[in-house]
Antibody, heavy 118, light 109 residues
Framework: QVQLVQSGSELKKPGASVKVSCKAS????????MNWVRQAPGQGLEWMGW????????TYAQGFTGRFVFSLDTSVNTAYLQINSLNAEDTAVYYC???????????WGQGTLVTVSS | QSALTQPRSVSGSPGQSVTISCTGT?????????VSWYQQHPGKAPKLMIY???KRPSGVPDRFSGSKSGNTASLAISGLQAEDEADYYC?????????FGTGTKVTVL
């Protein structure tokens, strides 16, 4: 069965970096794009962008350029989200989600809580 | 562009029907038949309920239905049940980008 398993919660200091992983199983990893979604505490879902799992080419939503980096390791069917120069506003749950068709997020990871605090 | 507009909350008694609207623009909701809806219970990951405006993934009850008119999409829940109490988000394709709605809390009275 299709599964997306994300890495565990992270506590980071302002200015640090964090790398969240999303390991896919149960399907052909390179046949579907991988998307990232942010949810700040008590807030709604924000689409961050996606990565082409064939080419590795990322596309970032407005507001997620510069400090955010999507990457892949297709040898282990894993997508990564790195956030640099963390600040308190980055505190959120980050989800990876497979796009099944077009903007159809049919499978989601369990979410990774990133907390930024001094 | 920014988030699609949804009502903050809707409510209904068990067995009743509720409808959630999702208003965008001609560049997203109105321009493509790629609107999806997600249900999210507290502390859980979102779950796909509707895609391509009105299609239901297998396993989603037919009490859930989707539609679209112009720049506004809608999710209808009929025969409301206690387990339907959750947050619901719409999402629309907008040409290489996607946008989520602001979210609607459905309360079962």
């Amino acid at each position: 069965q299709v599964q997306l398993v994300q890495s565990g919660s992270e506590l980071k200091k302002p200015g640090a970096s964090v790398k969240v992983s999303c390991k896919a199983s149960g399907y052909s990893f390179t046949s579907y794009t991988m998307n990232w979604v942010r949810q700040a505490p008590g807030q709604g879902l924000e689409w961050m962008g996606w990565i082409n799992t064939n080419t590795g080419n990322p596309t970032y939503a407005q507001g997620f350029t510069g400090r955010f980096v999507f990457s892949l390791d297709t040898s282990v069917n894993t997508a990564y989200l790195q956030i640099n120069s963390l600040n308190a506003e980055d505190t959120a749950v980050y989800y990876c989600a497979r796009d099944g068709v077009v903007a159809t997020y049919d499978y989601w990871g369990q979410g990774t809580l990133v907390t930024v605090s001094s | 562009q920014s988030a699609l507009t949804q009502p903050r909350s809707v409510s209904g008694s068990p067995g009743q029907s509720v409808t959630i609207s999702c208003t965008g623009t001609s560049s997203d909701v109105g321009g493509y038949n790629y609107v999806s809806w997600y249900q999210q219970h507290p502390g859980k990951a979102p779950k796909l309920m509707i895609y391509d405006v009105s299609k239901r993934p297998s396993g989603v009850p037919d009490r859930f239905s989707g539609s679209k008119s112009g720049n506004t999409a809608s999710l209808a829940i009929s025969g409301l049940q206690a387990e339907d109490e959750a947050d619901y988000y719409c999402c629309s394709y907008a040409g290489i980008y996607s946008f989520f709605g602001t979210g609607t809390k459905v309360t079962v009275l």
